[in-house]
């Protein structure tokens, strides 16, 4: 509260007045800090202690419904994974999304997993222009500034941390069958169904029956029961005697069990006026539900601060990670993927070896054997079992990652500080992953191993020049800066196949050499920056800014780029008509608008291109010969992607216990980057790089926060934050003019014209089924010679002679936010915070290939059990029987039926925590113990059970590694 001075009478009647400079939150921006009330851009801050609530192993993926304006998405559950981030929707098409990472005030090239969460003293994320134009060439996409916890002066404090949990599938699998009766039932169903038009009904009914298991599912799981007597034909009903079973092996279950998770840090900060010292250490042990999946971290962090004299500061701050993350392929579709053959086999197939007479089969070893499928033919997956390769098979990546930082910080002339930053990170990789030759993909060349190893070194230098000057009601600040960064990377690969040994996967143990590759590359970045500031009588604000940045990704010709904003602000609350209107503690509108690039530019696999106007080769082994190959085809023209960015938005105090913030923003990107196709005459690759299509964000978003009761013994805070935007292109590649392409092109699975969005499904119109036959019907819009459509639909069975069309649907969610709440009483605190999306859609991919009309060996989503029969119509499924490609519904022709509202709502966390009363602590020279329980991940709600719209930005499923739910109990010790 304000200092009053009050003249001395008998009775005193004083009224507190709230003073704003003392209540002014001081929040972290780019190069600096600021004032939050003259700051004019749009950022949001997460402090650490929310952060260190969530039991993540990487940062990003604590940010889910936490900050408006943000989408997260976690493409695996993988323990040590990270999520992806866009900020204020979509960013680019063939360039990077994800936003600059800043460290401790100098940007980062690392990954966020090597970071622990409680070395973090807050997070903010700067979306606008006005916010971050300083970054320029990198500011694009958005902005992450991590702050680390530092000290300050005083006795020395210890604080420990230690938590001890488990790890759970966070969502449960697709509501497949998991009856053997019923699927020998459905199949038996299927197959007669598809023998009716050549044998007839009876024929089929008998031929069916006779032949299920010899011709066609191969396992018999009923113990007792021949396998031509399993099912009765004048019935399709399963055998009465078929009452015990051959094996208990469950697919569905049996091989995913909880892993533990444990995590330990401690820390010490205190030191004197002049000096002031940080340290921490972690361990972090992260096991998943799946065998070879765990990541575990050794993390160390020193900062120092040390004034000089009056005028001079210096400080450093070094931290060190060595992390080790096991994982297998889980984001694909290949049998080897646990998910998806887990989901997709049939509850009939056993995971181990068993003889016909069910008893357990073992090696010369006495070692259980597994089931392949080799000895008995199984349809399915011949020759695959993702179980046992993922106890065999290595997927081992080691980090050690690096990360100093030192700062000068000099006064002078009573106006002016002098800033050097020097920053320098070495992060090296060395991945292994090697595929068992006992079985699965690898077994036909005797197992196959690659080896991977990066080294990344990045220096950056930047430097700083502040000026302030206050005179009357002016207030003006100047800063002008300097930035070089350099990075150098390494990279070497080797492939070989043919190992002696089936558990050793160095190269010493291989004979058949089939690649090896390395390279260097550099890159290099100039900055030069200038940023203005000025407010009369603390109520109007401008600030301008601007930046030149040179990058070598870039030809010559091409490689400086201009970027600059301009904002400003008005503090309504500090004009006399609203001054004394208590009830409003804060009350101001503000604008910006500015532009930013992105350089970081990614070949079609992900992969940094570090010279875009150079061709790229690389020597490659085909049928045993060596051969030189172009991988990229340069193009000396490109340049930068730029992002144009507008804001409008006001901030709202009332009653000193709810703050709102509203945007209202309209990102423009001009000159994405498209891979434009060449003439196959060209050779390969067959497309070039150019700077071909634009696209728009129109959006708003906001962000509630209320402290609804606040006294001595209870306080209760909820906070609500919300995002909506629409995306729309505005200029389509050279290759798809709009007069020859007046409706747009098809890019996959999506159309995209001029006014749609990036991600508008693109499919065919499902339209039930055939009452009388079960078969499913497909809309034909008819067109005349022209090719215009006459408005007359048919319904036709054969895919391939209906029409795919624009759906309306798109992937971009309509609404995503986050709701929490905290409460304390009694030395007792709760925190439950959500997340949540509304509208939007998801390709299932993954439920439909369980959707089939009876893939010998592949399971059945128990929504087949309301397919069409003969004595149950009313039905949108289709038959089972209908093998022919073109009329099954579930053969990747991409059918509406399929998607899928993507709407959810997750309960993130839940913690309950006590603190011990402080007077009984400080007996024991304890200043705090805290005990809690917490829990991640527990509970989502969507559309269909095993569908997680979290995964996805893009729309289209893909069987991965679901999300951890995380359980513990922890202890917070301070002394």
Partial sequence: MKAQEVGVKSNLNIILESDNQVLDEVMVVAYGTTKKSSFTGAASTVRGENIQKMQ?????????????????????????????????????ISSSQEPLIVVDGVPYEGSLNSISTQDIESLTVLKDAAANSMYGARGSNGVIIVTTKGSKSGKAKINFEARYGFNARGVKPYDVITDAGEYYEMMYESYRNSLIPSMGYAGASQYAAQNLISGNLKYNKFAGVADNALINPLTGKLNPSATSYKWSDNWSEDPFENGSRQEYNINIAGGTENTQAYASLGYLSDEGYVVG???????????????????????????????????????????????????????????????????????????VRYDFGTEYNRPYASEQNPLAVAKENIRKVLKDNLSSRGYLEANFLNDFKFTLNIAYDVFNTNQTNFST????????????????????????????LNWTRAFNDHNITVLLGHETKNDKYDYMYGHMTNFADPTNPEFSNAAQYQGLSSYSAEYALEGYFGKAEYNYANKYYLTASLRRDGSSKFHKDNRWGTFWAVGGSWRIKEESFLKDVNAIDNLKLKASFGTQGNDNILDSDGYTIWKAYSDLYSVERVDGEAAFTKKLRGNPDLTWEKSNNFNLGVELGLWDRIDVNADFFIKETKDMLYASPLATSEGSPTFIYRNEMDMKNTGFEFDINANIINNK?????????????????????????????????????????????????????????????????????????????????QKVTAIEDATRRQSGKSSIPNFVGGLATTFEAYGFDLTIQTAFQLGGYVYDSSYSSLMNQGDAGTNFHKDMFNRWTPTHTDTNIPALGYQVTDQNIA?????????????????????????LPKNI?????????????????????????????????????????SALSTYSIGLNLTF
């Fill in 293 to 367: 999946s765990e990541f575990e971290r050794i993390s160390a962090r020193v900062k120092v601060d040390q004034k000089i004299g009056k005028y001079v500061k210096v400080g450093g701050n070094i931290a060190y990670a060595n992390t080790i993350q096991s994982t297998f392929g889980d984001t694909n579709s290949n049998y080897s993927n646990l998910f998806m053959f887990s989901q997709n086999i049939a509850p009939i197939y056993p995971i181990y070896l068993y003889d016909t007479d069910g008893q357990l089969m073992y090696d010369e070893k006495g070692n």
């Fill in 713 to 793: 013994n209870f306080k209760w805070d909820v906070s609500l934050n919300g995002t909506t935007y629409k995306n729309k292109l505005t200029r389509l590649p050279a290759s798809k003019p709009a007069d020859e392409f007046p409706d747009g092109y098809q890019a996959g699975l999506y159309w995209r014209k001029i006014g749609g969005s990036l991600y508008d499904f693109y499919t065919y119109e499902y339209a039930g089924v055939d009452q009388a036959t079960g078969a499913p019907l497909y809309n034909k819009y008819v067109t005349d010679e022209k090719g215009n459509e006459t408005g007359e639909i």
């Fill in 437 to 464: 030759p006992i079985g699965g993909d690898a077994a036909s060349v005797g197992g196959r191993g690659y080896k991977y190893s990066t080294r990344r070194g990045a220096l950056n230098i930047n430097q700083l």
């Fill in 921 to 961: 602590m400080q007996k024991a020279g304890i200043e705090k113990l805290r005990v809690y329980l917490t829990g991640d991940n527990i509970w989502l709600l969507s559309k269909r059970k095993g569908l997680d719209p979290r995964l996805y930005f893009t729309g289209e499923t893909n069987f991965a590694y």
């Fill in 891 to 915: 053969n990747g022709n991409y059918v509406d039926f399929f998607l899928t509202k993507a709407s959810y709502f997750s309960l993130r966390n839940l913690t309950l925590g006590y603190t």
């Fill in 56 to 92: 993540v192993s990487d940062i990003s993926k604590s940010l889910e419904g936490s900050i408006a304006g943000v989408q997260t998405t976690s493409s695996s559950g993988t323990p040590g994974s990270s999520a992806s981030i866009r900020i204020r929707g979509i960013g680019s």
